[in-house]
């Protein structure tokens, strides 16, 4: 123990200084060494030493028996036996708190968290809901009614949680703060802890008659019905804010938001990728062989395209501006179809002769693909 400093020199301060000095050198040491404000190796022990220091020189009887027999009249491992600390610091920490809450922000201190205001405006949460609409509501938008649950204000105590015509007081306990707090000397030194009041639940307020429709919470739940307009061109998994119609806030804060989660329904023949729609359509083997009209359906009915004469089964065709409209951007995506060979089945005796007469007629360098893959094949 020969390397303890001594206390006025921990705080920097002269054996003369008047209390309001003794505290403001504690403020601005505490402050330099506190382990949140100070990272560097030994800032922690320097900490600890301030704060025994000041526990010490902030109370007079403990002042009076340090001027006089030094560290034996305040520390029992010194052997004085002039009272000492008698199992810890004994005397009154409200001084602690409010030094700390000045640059800790209120009651945190003595590396605690702080704890913000049980009354002050709080945001109230959102509200997230899931809606189901078809392929084409997506690609058109659509005008939808949603119903779902939010908590909204008492409508009998209007938010108070207090049966109408009684009041509400403030916990006597916590004096609103809804939080209790304790000091206290450790073997690692000086702490403060904070717990949720006991007798207000860290709500700063007692309410002597609760309100019977809310039970006391001054909100309830209830069904909320709201028409909402979904713009063309949302896709499945996109969320749809509605601001402030979500939970209410608390002690007069904001209401949360509305969050709509969409869920599209699939098509019977299309598939989208972004802005783009993607079709499959069957066409006979004489379609393609000899070209012609045929039939394409879009998401605004059908229109003809003209096939090339001789198309290869899978081609892929391309119809500008058919797709789906952007949010964010200007314009619709495509519509893209390929054309597939569809080979009839279950051919009559004479189809089957007029078909191998056709095929005897053909000449191999007719077939492109065929003949480019039998050429593969010899090399």
Same mark, same amino acid.
């Given at each position: 123990?020969?390397?303890?400093?001594?206390? &006025?020199?921990?705080?920097?301060?002269?054996?003369?200084? /008047?209390?309001?000095?003794?505290?403001?050198?504690?403020?601005?040491?505490?402050?330099?060494?506190?382990?949140?404000?100070?990272?560097?190796?030994?800032?922690?022990?320097?900490?600890?030493?301030?704060?025994?220091?000041?526990?010490?020189?902030?109370?007079?009887?403990?002042? /009076?028996?340090?001027?006089? &027999?030094?560290?034996?009249?305040?520390?029992?491992?010194?052997?004085?036996?002039?009272?000492?600390?008698?199992?810890?610091?004994?005397?009154?920490? $409200?001084?602690?708190?409010?030094?700390?809450?000045?640059?800790?922000?209120? $009651?945190?201190?003595?590396?605690?968290?702080?704890?913000?205001? *049980?009354?002050?405006?709080? =945001?109230?949460?959102?509200? %997230?809901?899931?809606?189901?609409?078809?392929?084409?509501?997506?690609?058109?938008?659509?005008?939808?009614?949603?119903?779902? &649950?939010?908590?909204?204000?008492?409508?009998?105590?209007?938010?108070?949680?207090?049966? *109408?015509?009684?009041?509400?007081?403030?916990?006597?306990?916590? =004096?609103? /703060?809804?939080?209790?707090?304790?000091?206290?000397?450790?073997?690692?030194?000086? #702490?403060? #802890?904070?717990?949720?009041?006991?007798?207000?639940?860290?709500?700063?307020?007692?309410?002597?008659? *609760?309100?019977?429709?809310?039970?006391?919470?001054?909100?309830?739940?209830?069904?909320?019905?709201?028409?909402?307009?979904?713009?063309?061109?949302?896709?499945?998994?996109?969320?749809?804010?509605?601001?402030?119609? $979500?939970?209410?806030?608390?002690?007069?804060?904001?209401?949360?938001?509305?969050?709509?989660?969409?869920?599209?329904?699939?098509?019977?023949?299309?598939?989208? %990728?972004?802005?783009?729609?993607?079709?499959?359509?069957?066409?006979?083997?004489?379609?393609?062989?000899?070209?012609?009209?045929?039939?394409? *359906? #879009?998401?605004?009915?059908?229109?003809?395209?003209?096939?090339?004469?001789?198309?290869?089964?899978?081609?892929?065709?391309?119809?500008?501006?058919?797709?789906?409209?952007?949010?964010?951007?200007?314009?619709?995506?495509?519509?893209?179809?390929?054309?597939?060979?569809?080979?009839?089945?279950?051919?009559?005796?004479?189809?089957?002769?007029?078909?191998?007469?056709?095929?005897?007629?053909?000449?191999?360098? %007719?077939?492109?693909?065929?003949?480019?893959?039998?050429?593969?094949?010899?090399?």
């Amino acid at each position: 123990m020969a390397d303890k400093r001594d206390y &006025y020199e921990v705080l920097g301060i002269g054996k003369d200084a /008047s209390e309001a000095e003794i505290k403001k050198a504690y403020r601005t040491m505490a402050k330099k060494y506190h382990p949140d404000m100070n990272k560097e190796a030994g800032a922690e022990e320097k900490f600890k030493e301030v704060n025994e220091a000041y526990a010490v020189l902030s109370d007079p009887d403990k002042k /009076s028996r340090y001027d006089q &027999y030094g560290f034996a009249g305040v520390d029992p491992n010194y052997g004085g036996g002039a009272g000492g600390f008698s199992g810890g610091f004994s005397g009154d920490f $409200g001084d602690f708190g409010d030094i700390f809450s000045s640059f800790f922000g209120g $009651g945190g201190g003595f590396g605690g968290r702080t704890r913000s205001n *049980p009354n002050a405006p709080r =945001r109230g949460e959102d509200v %997230q809901i899931t809606e189901t609409i078809t392929f084409e509501e997506a690609a058109f938008g659509v005008k939808k009614r949603v119903e779902y &649950y939010r908590i909204e204000s008492c409508p009998d105590c209007h938010g108070s949680g207090a049966q *109408p015509g009684t009041g509400v007081d403030t916990c006597p306990e916590c =004096r609103g /703060s809804g939080v209790v707090t304790n000091v206290q000397q450790t073997i690692f030194g000086m #702490t403060q #802890t904070q717990s949720v009041c006991h007798r207000c639940g860290g709500s700063g307020k007692i309410i002597k008659t *609760p309100c019977t429709k809310c039970k006391g919470k001054g909100r309830i739940k209830k069904k909320a019905k709201l028409e909402v307009t979904i713009p063309a061109g949302v896709d499945n998994g996109n969320s749809l804010p509605v601001r402030g119609m $979500g939970n209410m806030g608390k002690n007069g804060g904001e209401a949360g938001d509305l969050y709509i989660v969409l869920r599209v329904t699939p098509h019977r023949i299309f598939e989208r %990728q972004g802005k783009d729609i993607y079709c499959d359509i069957p066409v006979s083997f004489l379609d393609l062989m000899l070209g012609g009209k045929i039939k394409v *359906p #879009t998401l605004e009915g059908e229109v003809e395209h003209k096939l090339p004469e001789g198309t290869q089964t899978h081609t892929r065709f391309t119809l500008a501006g058919k797709g789906i409209a952007g949010i964010n951007s200007r314009g619709k995506g495509n519509l893209y179809f390929r054309v597939i060979a569809d080979t009839p089945k279950d051919i009559t005796s004479a189809q089957k002769k007029l078909a191998e007469k056709l095929a005897e007629s053909f000449d191999d360098k %007719q077939f492109e693909r065929r003949k480019k893959f039998k050429d593969k094949v010899k090399i």
